[in-house]
Every structure is written in structure tokens, then in C-alpha cells.
């Protein structure tokens, strides 16, 4: 299993909408779907450092999202609500508990 990590800085104050709609945006665009998709995880440290984690079966799951148009088409609508360009980093999985 692969992470692909979203790191961004929301305005403070818009933070309460992009929180209030991220699983929602994320169920629509990804879940259900024979894509690899996982699970997805909002983590807010602060608003000027929020994570957003999705996880995929394989590396090759995430480069098929990505080269589809998917994630750009799930990230568009939250382009207003960002205090700065989002930068991404990639991760396996070590471990899993659920």
C-alpha cells in the first residue's frame, strides 16, 4: 500500500468549509471506483499546515489518478480555499491497523 501526502496551508477563514467538505469531495472522486483508492485522511495540525492522505493499493494506482486528470479534477474546487500552491510527497505504507 502507497500514501500520496498533500501538504497545504488553508486561509484561516476558509479552513471551517474545506474541512466541512473534504470527505465528501474525496467519497465522490475516488471511493467506489475499481482505482486502487484505499482510504483518505484530513489531518490538521494548524491551518497553515494541513496534510490531506489518501492511500492507494500501489505506487501504480496513484501515477493512473494522477495521469487521468482525477486528482486535479477532485483538488480544483479547493484551489480557492488554499493560502498557497499544495506540494505532494509519496510514502509506503510500513504498517496498517484498522
Known amino acids: 500500500m502507497h500514501a500520496r501526502i498533500m501538504h497545504v496551508s488553508l486561509k484561516p477563514e476558509r479552513a471551517g468549509e474545506a474541512q466541512a467538505q473534504w470527505a465528501e469531495r474525496v467519497e465522490r472522486y475516488y471511493k467506489g471506483k475499481d482505482n486502487g ?33 482525477d486528482r486535479d479534477e477532485a483538488v480544483r474546487p479547493y484551489l480557492e480555499y488554499f493560502a498557497a500552491d499544495p506540494w505532494y510527497e509519496f510514502a509506503e505504507v510500513g504498517a496498517h491497523v484498522v
Not at 482510504?39 to 493512473?64: C, P, Q, R
Open 37 to 69: 483508492f484505499v482510504a483518505g485522511y484530513m489531518l490538521i495540525v494548524d491551518v497553515s499546515n494541513v496534510l490531506s492522505i489518501t492511500l492507494w493499493d500501489s505506487m501504480e494506482a496513484i501515477k493512473a489518478n494522477e495521469e487521468s486528470g
